[in-house]
Nanobody, 121 residues
Framework: QAQLVESGGGLAHPGGSLRLSCTAS????????IGWFRQAPGREREGLIC?????????YYLDSVKGRFTGSRDNAKKTVYLQMNSLKPEDTAVYYC?????????????WGPGTRVQVSS
């Protein structure tokens, strides 16, 4: 299983924005669906959005991020993004990407290091 690497997390104020990136040095991101997931403290890791190989189509798994989070990909840069706007304290979590999609993917074991997002004033 491929391990992808996330980056771009940090501290944001409520209402602020962050853009997360997902890359892999050898995995062909451009030919794979990419899912973004997050794990908040004390909670199970859950899927947020699936970015299909057609850049214009995404599937959302969490209603609370619809209209605020947008997925996209830049195949030339072999990078998939998660643009997060109007951030809320409840978005605080470690965010992960993976070459599969779903609400819960317990069978996947090759998680990357994740990138931590903290939303607070």
């Amino acid at each position: 299983q491929a391990q992808l690497v996330e980056s771009g997390g940090g501290l944001a104020h409520p209402g602020g924005s962050l853009r997360l990136s997902c890359t892999a040095s050898w995995f062909p991101l451009e030919t794979s669906v990419i899912g973004w997931f997050r794990q908040a403290p004390g909670r199970e890791r859950e899927g947020l959005i699936c970015i299909h190989t057609n850049n214009q189509r995404s599937t959302y798994y969490l209603d609370s991020v619809k209209g605020r989070f947008t997925g996209s990909r830049d195949n030339a840069k072999k990078t998939v993004y998660l643009q997060m706007n109007s951030l809320k304290p409840e978005d605080t979590a470690v965010y992960y990407c993976a070459p599969l999609c779903g609400k819960y993917v317990d069978h996947y074991t090759s998680w990357g290091p994740g990138t931590r997002v903290q939303v607070s004033s």
